[in-house]
């Protein structure tokens, strides 16, 4: 009921089509193709208990396959790679699927190191060592060889800037949707998106990175994601981070994860595309609210203090939340917009 009427809302507000549709009404709605933001063996039983034909889903086969395209072992041969083909790359990453081989790696190595679970994804599945490895950080990598067959370490860069090229794989071919420009925390988890056109995220990288490297680069992966992917059909991101490697140096890393499936980036690609007025920018962010009420409290005082402004179905300003709130809310994912240059009456 919250979530129907919070939608009823926001189509009072913007151009919004979408319905929700209970899983109990899957089985009387005409065929159609399913898009997840993810794939797994539980949604897809959950789809067929509840009347959706089979045969519109993907096969046992095809989720071992996306599960395969999405461990992170593929980002760290792709990123040596790039390098090979462009001296202008920076970062390292290792795979290693024996204990003894990855400590010896850690022991050698200078400076603080991450440790990433090959599945994992929105900056989850990651251990810093900072120092030197701990006993606990050592039995983390064992458990995770154990069950996910390896674990991946990268040195810790100096980033100045996370951003990602957003594209999409069809029948038809691969096709750049567009560039996204993100926030993560410390700990890597995803805070958040600028919402912006791809010439303004294009120019700010372009005060660290040539153009033309971007330009380069988009081109190759547009041929490599074919290599490295051939069978799947669906969103795929590849994140990035622009990096400071000395005092009047910046270099891009051009492969950090990727991201087989819907994310984040195009997400915000589509709301700044779709709902954001021309002339306005702004960030499209999840929030988390720890104290029971305290999402609800925090979103009133934001609308008030900013309500949204819309015109032409767009928004020229003020806040914005995308999902329902109330007292037992803990995230929200919402957007704030501001005019770029406030009009003159």
């Known amino acids: ?20 549709i209970p899983f109990l009404q899957l089985a009387s709605l005409p065929p159609s193709e399913v898009q997840p933001w993810g794939w797994n063996p539980h ?11 089979e045969r519109l889903l ?42 003894e081989k990855l400590l010896n790696h850690v022991y050698a190595a200078k400076g603080d190191q991450a440790l990433k679970m090959p599945l994992s994804g929105s900056g989850k599945g990651i251990v810093w060592i900072k120092d030197a490895i701990t006993d606990k950080q050592i039995d983390w ?12 370490i990268e040195p810790v860069l100096n980033k100045v800037q996370d951003f990602a090229m957003e594209f999409e794989m069809s029948q038809t071919g691969i096709q750049f949707i567009g560039y996204s420009l993100f926030q993560s925390a410390a700990s890597g988890a995803y805070m958040g998106n600028l919402l912006l056109p791809d010439t303004e995220i294009k120019n700010r990288l372009s005060t660290y990175v040539d153009r033309t490297l971007l330009k380069k680069l988009k081109a190759i992966l547009k041929t490599k994601l074919n290599e490295y992917f051939p069978h799947y059909r669906g969103y795929l991101g ?47 962010s999840i929030d988390f609210f720890k104290q029971k009420g305290e999402a609800e409290t925090h979103n009133r005082n934001m609308e008030t203090k900013y309500p949204p402004l819309i015109k032409d179905g767009k928004i020229k300003k003020g806040h914005l939340a995308l999902t329902p709130v109330d007292t037992a809310t803990q995230y929200v994912a919402h957007v704030s917009i501001k005019q770029n240059h406030e009009e003159k009456n």
């Open 58 to 99: 993907p096969s046992q086969q095809d989720l071992e396959l996306i599960r395969y395209y999405s461990d992170r072992q593929h980002a760290v041969k792709l990123l040596a790679e790039l390098k090979r083909l462009n001296s202008n790359f920076c970062g390292e990453s290792f795979y290693y699927t024996d204990i």
């Open 141 to 152: 990598c064992r458990r995770v060889i154990n069950t996910q067959g390896g674990v991946v």
């Open 1 to 20: 009921m919250l979530n129907n009427s919070h939608l009823e809302l926001l189509k009072e507000k913007l151009p919004i089509k979408t319905s929700l």
């Open 43 to 53: 949604l897809r039983k959950q789809l067929i208990q509840f009347g959706m034909n």
């Open 238 to 284: 590849v994140d990035m981070m622009i990096c400071k490697t000395s005092a009047s140096i910046y270099q891009l890393q051009p492969c950090v994860e990727m991201n087989v499936r819907m994310n984040m980036g195009i997400v915000a690609h589509r709301i700044y595309n779709r709902f954001v007025h021309p002339g306005s920018s702004g960030t499209y």
